[in-house]
């Protein structure tokens, strides 16, 4: 049964806020005032994807159209004309801080908003027939592509090096399952999960967030996935049990007592700044780390056996819900609307598949392929551009940096959009083509990694921390990676051995992987 998603802003019936009044009653939401949306959705709009930039929502239709809201600056949220329509519906979205990425059912990529660092220039045979794209992220300044052949690819900002893909991450030899990004406020980390279990990780580490703890990743214990926040990683075990190494401060590594146990396992993680999310096998959330602006404060009926969540994705200081119903659930910093969701988006006929959250914007794969994006838009990361999830052209999935979002088409093609000055979406000739497709992406602050449908990896983008500068042996066909993930800047891959490798920067100890991990 496909799963639809429908977007419930947190609030009272009726709640009056800086940015604008939202009216929720029943299944309906209306918002007015001085937000920025990119579409008037209609009563019956249903979401099937969800991601949260840092203070802006992207939303994927069911139709394959794309839904943004929220802070606008940057033109995230001005969703390209000609993407998301029905010759090119999105699949997926991901959102940065400033742009947004959209996968088009294609395997092609569209980017828009912010391209200060090259984020959503996405490099030539990225997102082609040959060379589709099969999921993706977004860091703050750059874009992170998986290929369907589980190699990766990734631009713009590489100031940490969270754009220079290890070398033999990304391989026949060694290909990449899932890719994630983190360091979302500055820096950037790219986190590879390879098909054998292992991580890679690549990117700032001055935390440590890139030092894969020893034993994480072994053939005795294996990693399902990794998320990554600013300075700290997340691997959730086979086992349902979780893992943290890196920065502490804000206790966003400390797991709550009776979180992960064989009696309460663990089903997905997330992380963006400073707190971690979790959803639980019974479909319940957690949620550690800091909560200035009630992040963590998961709304009482969220998570109840009457209303279990399908899937959480994190913002700079919110977090979004995809409830098993289709419906969405935000708490947390609304300052530029990016927990008021557009009118119609998660209703019956306009469901969510999937959501990802940059730093002020959240987009979101609609079913039908389409990408919505809703949030700050000051660098277009909610600007959807033309032709990408339309039927034609529908994404597959979408992932957010800090300032950029990156789609995956349907095709194993890369979309990039939003801020592009680290070249975070300016993705690398030949990857997303028809001969290295994208399997999934992830994003980083200002980088993008791409795990390839034969298991390697690529990144582009800001490489300061060397994020993107892929451990030798990484990505192989000896070695592939299962999944990537990235945060600031630092970069973590799970191997398909179960083991995990991480790099970029290690300041806070979130490369170090614990022993027994």
Same mark, same amino acid.
Request: with cysteine; proline share 6%; net charge negative.
């Given at each position: ?11 009272? +019936?009726?709640? /009056? ?26 009563? #019956? ?10 203070? %802006?929502?992207?939303? @994927?239709?069911? #139709? ?15 969703? $390209? ?11 997926? @979205? ?22 200060? %660092?090259?984020? *959503? ?20 300044? %750059? ?57 890679? !990780? ?7 967030? !890139? ?12 990693? /399902? ?16 049990? @979780? ?9 966003? *590594?400390?797991? $709550? ?19 971690? @999310? ?22 009482? #009926? ?13 913002? #700079? ?21 990016? !927990? ?15 959501? /990802? ?36 052209? $529908?994404? +597959? &999935? ?41 399997? &999934? ?26 994020? !993107? ?7 192989? $066909? ?36 614990? &022993?027994?991990?």
């Amino acid at each position: 049964m496909m799963l639809v998603l429908m977007f419930t802003a947190w609030m009272p +019936a009726a709640t /009056a806020t800086a940015q604008g009044v939202l009216d929720a009653t029943g299944s309906n939401v209306r918002i007015w005032g001085s937000q920025s949306f990119n579409r008037q959705l209609g009563p #019956d709009d249903e979401v099937v994807q969800v991601a949260a930039g840092g203070s %802006y929502t992207v939303a @994927v239709l069911t #139709d394959g159209s794309v839904a943004c809201w929220g802070y606008n600056y940057f033109g995230q949220c001005d969703v $390209p004309s000609g993407i998301g329509t029905s010759e090119n519906p999105v699949t997926r @979205v991901a959102a940065g801080a400033r742009h947004t990425v959209a996968l088009l059912t294609d395997g092609s990529l569209a980017c828009w908003g912010s391209d200060y %660092y090259g984020e *959503c220039t996405v490099p030539s045979g990225v997102g082609t027939p040959e060379n589709p794209v099969a999921s993706v992220a977004a860091g703050r300044s %750059y874009t992170v592509v998986l290929l369907a052949d589980g190699s990766v690819a990734c631009w713009g900002s590489n100031a940490y090096g969270q754009c220079t893909v290890p070398s033999g991450i990304g391989t026949p030899e060694n290909p990449v399952a899932s890719i994630a990004v983190g360091g979302q406020s500055d820096g950037g980390f790219t986190v590879a999960v390879l098909t054998d279990g292992s991580i890679a !990780c690549w990117g700032s580490n001055n935390n440590g967030q !890139c030092d894969v703890p020893r034993g994480i990743g072994t053939p005795e214990n294996p990693v /399902a996935s990794v998320a990554a926040g600013r300075y700290h990683t997340v691997a959730l075990l086979t086992d349902g049990s @979780v893992a943290c190494w890196g920065d502490n401060d804000d206790g966003q *590594c400390d797991i $709550p007592s009776g979180i992960g146990t064989p009696e309460n396992p663990v089903a997905s993680v997330t992380a963006f700044l400073y707190h971690t @999310v979790a959803v639980l096998t019974d479909g319940s959330v957690a949620c550690w780390g800091r909560n200035n602006y009630g992040q963590c404060d998961v709304p009482g #009926d969220i998570g109840t056996p009457k209303n279990p969540v399908a899937s959480v994705a994190a913002g #700079d200081q919110h977090s979004v819900a995809l409830l098993t119903d289709g419906s969405l659930a935000c708490w947390g910093f609304n300052g530029t609307g990016q !927990c008021m969701v557009p009118r119609g988006i998660g209703t019956p006929d306009n469901s969510v598949a999937s959501a /990802a959250v940059g730093r002020y914007h959240i987009v979101t794969m609609l079913t039908d392929g389409s990408v919505a994006c809703w949030g700050s838009n000051s660098f277009g990361q909610c600007t959807v551009p033309s032709g990408i999830g339309t039927p034609e052209n $529908p994404v +597959a &999935s979408v992932a957010a940096g800090g300032f950029h979002t990156i789609a995956l088409l349907t095709d194993g093609s890369l979309a990039c959009w939003g801020s592009n000055g680290f070249g975070q979406c300016t993705v690398p000739s030949g990857i997303g083509t028809p001969e290295n497709p994208v399997a &999934s992406v992830a994003a980083g602050r200002n980088y993008t990694v791409v795990l390839l449908t034969d298991g390697s990896v690529a990144c582009w983008g800001r490489n300061d921390d060397g994020q !993107c500068d892929i451990p030798s042996g990484i990505g192989t $066909p000896e070695n592939p990676v299962k999944s990537v993930a990235a945060a600031g800047s630092h970069t973590v891959v799970l191997l398909a051995d179960g083991s995990v490798a991480c790099w970029g920067s290690n300041a806070y100890g979130q490369c170090t992987v614990p &022993s027994g991990i």
